[in-house]
C-alpha cells in the first residue's frame, strides 16, 4: 500500500501524502468518525476536513483514539468560504481548532474565493486580508502550510503580488472529463501543489462504459482507476468513501496506467457542454 504513503514536497519542504482521505457530506457523529477511523486503520495517514464539513470534531476525535503518533500523521481544515475578514478569519481557525482537539494542523486552505452562496462575486480585496490571516497562523506553528481552494489563475493572479508566503497548495475539484489545465499550470508556474477533489465527479462517472472497460482491463475498480489517473498526472487526490470495502479498494493503487489509456481519458470532455462538475453528466 505504498499509495499511502508516497508524499510531494511543499514549497516550504513539508511533505504531503499523496492520496488523502475526504470526509465532505460525512454526518458528524458516528459516520465520520467510523469511516475516519477504518481509513486511520487501512493506513491512510492523510484527512481532509473543513469547517463547512460540520465534522471536524469526529475527525479529531477518530484521530486521537487510532492511537497513531500525531507527526505520522497529515491533517488539513479549511477556512470557512464566508471568512472574508482578517478578524472573522481569526475568529473562524479558533473555532475549527477548538472542534478538532489538535495541537496543529498540517494544512489549512481558504475554502472559496468568494462565499458559497455568492460564487463569483469579487472579494479579492477581502481574500488579501485573509491571507494576512493564514500568513500568521503560520508562523504560529499552529499550522504547518497554507493554502487556498477552488481559486482559479485569475485569483491566484489577485493574491500573489500581496503574500509574503505563496500558497502551497490549490484544492480544486478534478476528475476525468473536467480540464482545469489552466488551474493546474498556473499552480505549476508558482510552485503550488494541486490537490484533486470529487475524483469521481460526485460518483457520476464511475459507472461510465469506457472507464469501466479499462478499469476491467487492470483488474481495478472504476474509482481506482479515476484516482490513479489523477495521481499519474501530479496531483494530490482525495477520495472519499463510507463503506470499508470502498475504503480500502480505493487504497489499493499499485499499477500504472498506459500513455495510450492515459491519452483516452483525458480526451474525455465535454467542458462547453457541462463546465461546472455539478452539472456534469455523461
Known amino acids: 500500500m505504498s499509495a499511502l504513503t508516497d508524499t510531494v514536497k511543499l514549497a516550504n519542504g ?3 501524502p499523496t492520496v488523502g482521505f475526504g470526509t465532505w457530506l460525512l454526518k458528524e457523529g458516528d459516520e465520520c468518525y467510523d469511516a475516519v477511523a477504518e481509513a486511520l486503520r487501512v493506513g491512510y495517514r492523510h484527512i481532509d476536513t473543513a469547517r463547512a464539513y460540520h465534522n471536524e470534531a469526529s475527525v479529531g476525535r477518530a484521530v486521537r483514539d487510532s492511537g497513531i503518533p500525531r507527526g505520522e500523521l497529515y491533517i488539513t481544515s479549511k477556512l470557512p468560504a464566508e471568512a472574508k475578514s482578517y478578524e472573522k478569519a481569526l ?3 479558533e473555532t475549527t481548532m477548538a472542534e478538532i482537539g489538535l495541537d496543529y494542523l498540517d494544512l ?3 475554502h472559496a474565493p468568494w462565499p458559497w452562496n455568492e460564487i463569483g462575486k469579487d472579494c479579492r480585496e477581502e481574500n488579501k486580508q485573509v491571507w494576512k490571516a493564514m500568513e500568521e497562523f503560520l508562523a504560529s506553528g499552529r499550522v504547518r502550510a497554507i493554502g487556498v481552494s477552488n481559486f482559479d489563475p485569475d485569483d491566484l493572479a489577485s493574491l500573489l503580488p500581496a503574500c509574503t508566503v505563496k500558497p502551497m497548495v490549490n484544492q480544486i475539484r478534478w476528475f476525468i472529463g473536467l ?6 499550470e498556473a499552480c505549476e508556474a508558482n510552485g503550488i501543489v494541486v490537490e484533486a477533489y470529487s475524483p469521481f465527479a460526485h460518483g457520476l462517472i464511475v459507472n461510465h462504459p ?7 482491463r ?5 474509482p481506482q482507476l479515476c ?8 496531483a494530490v487526490v482525495l477520495p472519499k468513501a463510507t463503506t470499508p470495502s470502498h475504503i480500502q479498494q480505493n487504497a489499493e493503487l499499485d499499477f500504472e496506467i498506459s500513455g495510450p489509456d492515459m491519452d483516452v481519458l483525458a480526451a474525455m470532455r465535454d467542458t462547453e457542454k457541462h463546465p461546472d462538475a455539478m452539472d456534469f453528466r455523461w
Open 108 to 110: 489549512y486552505l481558504i
Open 227 to 234: 484516482i490513479r489517473y489523477l495521481q499519474q498526472l501530479g
Open 14 to 16: 513539508e511533505e504531503i
Open 218 to 222: 487492470y483488474g481495478v475498480s472504476a
Open 179 to 184: 480540464d482545469p489545465s489552466a488551474t493546474v
Open 91 to 93: 475568529e473562524e481557525f
Open 210 to 216: 469506457e472507464i469501466a472497460d479499462i478499469a476491467t
